[in-house]
């Protein structure tokens, strides 16, 4: 049976079929849907961890008992749980565990660009790279058979265009475990890294990679094309499609796993072929290898580049200095803005206005409300990784001293805060720092598409569950002076984070009554179902307009208004879009912006 699967569909039934008893993930595009499609099989135990470091650590558990078992992740979701991750190469595991770590080229929602190949690398563990959805499913379920033959973690790089793409993909039944599972305390030498047992895993890691070598030359997913023998290209993943599509009649070896490296296939190639040309994304990671083997590279990343996704467009005017434009093309500059906004009534929104009001310096996280640091809000200032607000307000108080008292603050978000702030308020308070963090509560994790997490009181199968109380829980923290606020309400909202962050101890501000206005579950009680404008008392400040909700815009409008003063414009409110939170009429100075009416 065929079936058209996105990139990330194709992974999950790659598992599916693999045999894969469980799965842990934190979301991250582009890897969110991975874990959300492999949930609907029932033979899969599936479960959002709080964050990637735990997924991993999940994950490898069940391994150990012999399952076979797979963790999912962005990029930067690989730099957390790297700590686990470098060790499990040396212990190994005993039923197949897979790695599937996504990255995002052009940085569509990331906060840095990073090359997920280099970790391959580093842990000198194999990675395979698909280039489209037939064949993330087909190398999902052949890492499952390399990680077990070889007692490996094995890593699955995805990323944005092979994630969420589609193509045809062969369905075929799944594949049961056979024998029984469980652990045993004799293994005790291999799984326990001690120095002493690490210096003999140590040994065992160079012999794998060795095998993995000899391995990887016969590895089905290593294809050399020989076309046209004046040029071939060495490439891989996405990067294959791209030039096998403006250059069809080149001569290619598509690496299929990029590490290690089919050293004798790699031979072979260069023996067949005048000139080899290396096409990759972002780093040269397969041109500096395959430089190091002594092999003359006629281009790489002298005329690819080394940042940002490829496009077959690229390529092609990468080497032949030219490209042929569709008959229909639309230049970029040509295509109207659309900036990432927050969603009309966000809860967000309301909250930053309020930051902003007060000229504080704020320090960001990831998450929907880092769009606050776009015009006209502009009331985010830092954005460095999860959690790391907290702590960066911490040592930034540390530094100004009194000085930075009623200045700064961190905002982080409910799923961010259990992902990684929880360590660094117990920091703040345990080294007496007077940090304001402000765990903005929208009960959903929210920018990678509305995933479940601790914080909800609910499973990733939409089971009820214990939901954490963030109270209790900063307060078991240390923390004494914790506040909630509902961000509606401007005027409060403002006087406690004032209050607040005046203080010269730690203290935790917890947003209410400020769910995702994309939840269905979760239901919004705003007083009006929205807001309109008169536009005779409209003074034409744009007060409102710097708020930067989408159902406000300015129209050109003539006349005089009330008191006879000329009119340019005015502002009017899409009903539509209103959601009736509010906001716009408690920031406007002159009792313009009118509750609706229901039905009308």
């Not at 995002?104 to 000198?124: C, G, I, L, T, Y």
């Not at 030219?322 to 295509?335: M, N, Q, S, T, W």
């Amino acid at each position: 049976m065929k079936k058209v699967l996105q990139g990330n569909e194709a992974i999950a039934r790659g598992a599916w079929e693999a045999g894969v008893t469980v799965a842990a993930a934190y979301p991250g595009t582009p890897s969110s849907e991975i874990l959300q499609e492999l949930s609907k099989y029932k033979e899969v135990i599936t479960q959002w961890a709080p964050n990637e470091k735990v997924a991993v650590e999940v994950a490898s558990g069940a391994a150990f008992t012999g399952a076979r078992a797979m963790a999912c992740m962005k990029h930067v979701g690989l730099n957390v749980a790297s700590d686990p991750f470098m060790t499990l190469a040396y212990t190994g595991i005993k039923g197949g565990f897979v790695i599937v770590v996504a990255d995002d080229p052009n940085v569509h929602s990331s906060q840095n660009e990073q090359d997920s190949r280099n970790w391959a690398r580093f842990a000198k563990v194999p990675m395979l790279e698909p280039g489209d959805a037939a064949e993330c499913k087909e190398f999902t379920k052949v890492a499952f058979d390399i990680s077990e033959q070889f007692d490996t973690p094995v890593l699955l790089k995805g990323e944005t265009r092979v994630s969420h793409s589609d193509s045809i993909v062969e369905l075929e039944e799944r594949k049961e475990l056979k024998g029984p599972l469980g652990l045993d305390r004799k293994d005790a030498p291999k799984y326990v890294m001690v120095p002493g047992n690490v210096r003999v895993r140590r040994k065992v890691i160079e012999e794998r990679m060795r095998n993995l070598e000899a391995y990887a030359d016969t590895f089905s997913g290593n294809v050399m094309e020989i076309n046209d023998p004046d040029v071939g290209v060495i490439t891989a993943g996405a990067a294959y499609m791209y030039t096998k599509d403006v250059f069809p009649n080149y001569s290619y070896l598509k690496l299929g796993m990029v590490w290690p490296l089919p050293k004798t296939l790699i031979a072979d190639f260069f023996k067949k072929v005048k000139k080899v040309i290396v096409v990759e994304e972002l780093d040269p990671f397969l041109e500096t290898e395959i430089r190091a083997l002594g092999y003359k590279i006629f281009h790489g990343k002298d005329v690819i580049p080394n940042m940002y996704e490829l496009s077959p467009e690229i390529v092609e005017k990468a080497l032949s200095k030219k490209y042929r434009a569709p008959a229909l093309r639309v230049a970029p500059e040509d295509l109207p803005k659309r900036p990432p906004n927050m969603c009309p009534g966000c809860s967000h929104r309301a909250l930053f206005h309020s930051l902003k009001s007060l000229g504080a310096f704020v320090f960001g996280d990831i998450g929907c409300y880092t769009l606050a640091a776009a015009p006209p809000l502009q009331a985010l200032h830092t954005c460095v990784c999860m959690g790391g607000s907290v702590g960066q307000a911490y040592g930034a108080g540390k530094a100004l001293g009194k000085e930075g008292l009623g200045k700064i603050c961190a905002v982080l978000g409910d799923s961010t805060f259990l992902h990684g702030g929880i360590a660094p308020v117990m920091d703040t308070v345990y080294n007496k720092g007077y940090a304001t963090s402000i765990i903005l509560d929208n009960r959903t994790t929210g920018m990678t598409g509305l995933q479940e997490h601790a914080g909800t009181g609910y499973t990733l199968g939409g089971e009820p569950a214990n939901m954490v109380d963030y109270e209790k829980l900063v307060k078991a923290l240390g923390v004494k002076r914790v506040r909630k606020v509902d961000p509606y309400n401007v005027k409060a909202t403002m006087e406690t984070i004032k209050e607040e962050m005046e203080t010269d101890e730690a203290s935790v501000i917890i947003t209410k009554n400020g769910p995702c206005m994309l939840h269905r579950r979760e239901k919004r009680k705003f007083r009006y179902p929205y807001y309109t404008i008169d536009t005779e008392a409209c003074r034409g400040c744009k007060v409102c307009l710097d708020l930067g909700c989408p159902a406000i815009s300015w129209v050109g409008l003539s006349g005089t208004t009330k008191d006879g003063k000329k009119r340019k414009g005015t502002v009017s409110i899409n009903k539509t879009q209103c959601p009736g939170c509010g906001l716009c009429a408690q920031v406007c100075k002159f009792t313009s912006i009118l509750p609706g009416k229901a039905g009308a």
